[in-house]
């Protein structure tokens, strides 16, 4: 399921819709299969920056065109479409099967469980082609994960850029994970008046 | 600090049951399988630690990954050797332990100790160290015991397989010598990929460094002293030698057609001195020493055991090889009976350089034997020799 636009799409007004990758939890975004690890993070940029193809993109392990990401957003959020730029020579993804609000799949549970949506991708170098979902299913999304199965043929399979269109709800799905806990105390984190030098305590 | 969660997969086959490593191999493997699980859970607070056994009638799971270091160590005993060991499902079980840990921020990471031999082809090895590749998961291969039917490749294979980003790790620990788990305590497995590595295994490392003999002159100082005195008097000696051989081997270097052979042996024993860490030093420099002594050695039978000279020692492999080329070569040379040949082959001289090096047990019955054939030669010559007085080197 594509839209194409009917309006001539100038960046500053498309970018806007594409701008849920600003609420992407990038430092826990995390890939199985690829190449360099840590690449994964470099295929969320902004909507003018799509095509700029001189950084790193992320590629899957040779001969083994299969790639995971898994992409955790900072509040949960409401997906509309979902946009992929892949790479030339068959090295596009096919098929792309989304799993929503779960964490730790890798490739046998991806390959047996039932993906909430499922789609068949074409090659799309300039990224104007977006795959609708299925709103219904996609209202409150705290972390999604990619599953591209296949490539058109090509040896190993490259992305070079994925984009969310929909919008970010600020609530927050997961409050407890950010607290940091002792499990051995570390004296210097308890540092008593005395020992930082003493002082007079203060009234204002 | 890495946050980690890892299985240990235990051989426990009927190989298990030889004294190549002391007191048995078994008994080895599980000694640094606990210090393991120390330094892991040392290490961060929050890593967990499994273990799984592969021989017998099937794998089986002694306990999931979890953070109880009493635990873990309680089930590793009354363990039974027996069987043959199931490398590629005690993989994959360790696998599958993994992917269902309870906190999945953590790392996956399997230790895999491999002392007998591998029944899978390489194929099916390759296959599998890619499917952990792919699901991230390091691999870390401790290869003991005999190398036997390919399986050195095996492993090579496995662990090329399933590298990336040097996560995985492969170490190989000849039989003879030092223990496994000290061994270990240098090799990344215990220190984690190239941080500072854990305060345990840390002092435990440089503990064992700053002895010289590897025997903690705390634990046993009678030892500890008798070597230490031993190894400066068989220094001070060494360098009488070493003086009075430099003066021949000026001389008799020039008509040798050996000296691309020397080249080579100095070549190697520098290596070897540039190589070594700082406690090997000395030990070195020894066996630098020794290699030009062995030079000028002649006349002692060409026919000398191979195999023993192999087995000898692990660490002085080189020294063996020096030996054997070097008398192999003097066979052919004709230089007459040096005061050098004279100084190798007296009986007390080798056990004194031998029980000087670290991991070497003058006791042991194959370098017993290898002492016994070099003396056999030198009958003759030990009647004449009279101004090498045979100091105790013991």
């Not at chain 2, 087995?311 to 080189?318: G, H, L």
Request: charged fraction near 25%; include cysteine; charge should be negative.
């Amino acid at each position: 399921m594509a839209c194409l636009h009917d309006h001539s799409c100038e960046d500053n007004d498309c970018s806007s819709n594409w701008s849920l990758y600003k609420h992407i939890d990038l430092p826990k975004v995390s890939a199985l299969n690829e190449a360099v690890p840590g690449s994964a993070k470099s295929v969320f940029k902004p909507w003018e920056h799509r095509l700029n193809s001189s950084e790193e993109h992320l590629e899957s392990n040779e001969g083994d065109p299969e790639l995971l990401v898994y992409i955790p957003f900072t509040s949960d959020v409401k997906i509309k479409s979902i946009a992929i730029i892949g790479g030339t020579d068959g090295t596009s993804p096919s098929k792309m099967r989304a799993f929503i609000n779960r964490d730790g799949i890798d490739f046998s549970d991806a390959q047996n469980m039932q993906a909430v949506q499922e789609w068949d991708l074409v090659e799309n170098l300039n990224g104007l082609l977006e795959f609708q979902t299925r709103y219904a299913k996609f209202q409150s999304v705290a972390s999604i994960t990619l599953h591209f199965p296949d490539n058109f043929g090509g040896d190993t399979s490259q992305i070079h850029y994925i984009g969310f269109k929909g919008e970010a709800t600020q609530l927050k799905r997961d409050v407890v994970a950010t607290i940091v806990y002792e499990l051995m105390p570390n004296p210097s984190d308890h540092k008593t008046k005395a020992e930082s030098g003493g002082g007079f305590s203060q009234v204002e | 600090m890495v946050l980690e969660a890892t299985m240990i997969c235990i051989d426990n086959s009927e190989w298990m049951r030889n004294g190549d490593y002391s007191p048995s191999r078994f008994q080895a493997q599980a000694d640094a399988v606990n210090l393991l699980c120390g330094a892991k859970t040392q290490s961060n607070p929050e890593n967990t630690v499994g273990i799984l056994t592969m021989a017998g009638k099937q794998v089986r799971v002694l306990t999931t990954p979890t953070s109880d270091l009493g635990k873990i160590l309680s089930c590793m005993h009354g363990l039974e050797v027996g069987g043959e060991m199931n490398l590629s499902a005690g993989i994959q079980v360790a696998q599958l332990a993994l992917k269902h840990r309870q906190n999945k921020n953590q790392q996956q990471r399997i230790i895999v100790f491999a002392g007998s031999p591998v029944q899978y082809d390489k194929k099916m090895l390759e296959t599998i160290g890619k499917k952990l590749k792919k699901n991230n998961v390091s691999l870390d291969i401790v290869d003991f015991g005999d190398d036997e039917e390919g399986k050195l490749e095996k492993l090579d294979a496995l662990f090329a397989a399933v590298n990336s980003n040097e996560s995985s790790h492969i170490i190989h620990i000849p039989p003879g010598g030092a223990a496994i788990s000290t061994a270990l305590m240098s090799t990344p497995v215990f220190t984690g990929d190239g941080e500072g590595g854990s305060g345990f295994a840390a002092a435990a490392a440089a503990g064992g460094g700053d002895f010289d003999f590897g025997v903690d002159p705390n634990l046993d100082p009678e030892l500890a002293l008798a070597l230490r005195v031993s190894m400066e008097e068989e220094r001070a000696r060494q360098e009488a030698a070493a003086k009075r051989a430099a003066d021949e081997a000026a001389r008799q270097e020039k008509g040798e057609p050996s000296n691309s052979q020397d080249a080579t042996m100095v070549g190697k024993a520098a290596e070897a001195t540039n190589n070594a860490s700082e406690p090997m030093d000395e030990v070195n420099a020894l066996l630098q020493q020794a290699i030009a002594l062995s030079m000028e050695n002649s006349g002692s039978d060409p026919s000398v055991h191979d195999s023993e000279m192999a087995e000898a020692t692990n660490e002085d492999q080189d020294l063996a090889m020096a030996l054997q080329i070097s008398i192999q070569e003097a066979a052919k040379a004709s230089s007459s009976q040096s005061d050098m040949s004279k100084v190798l082959e007296d009986p007390s001289f080798m056990p004194s350089v031998l029980a000087s090096l670290p991991g070497v047990d003058p006791d042991d019955p194959s370098v017993k034997e290898l002492l016994a054939s070099l003396q056999g030669q030198s009958e003759q010559s030990k009647q004449k020799n009279e101004d090498n007085p045979p100091s105790d080197g013991k």
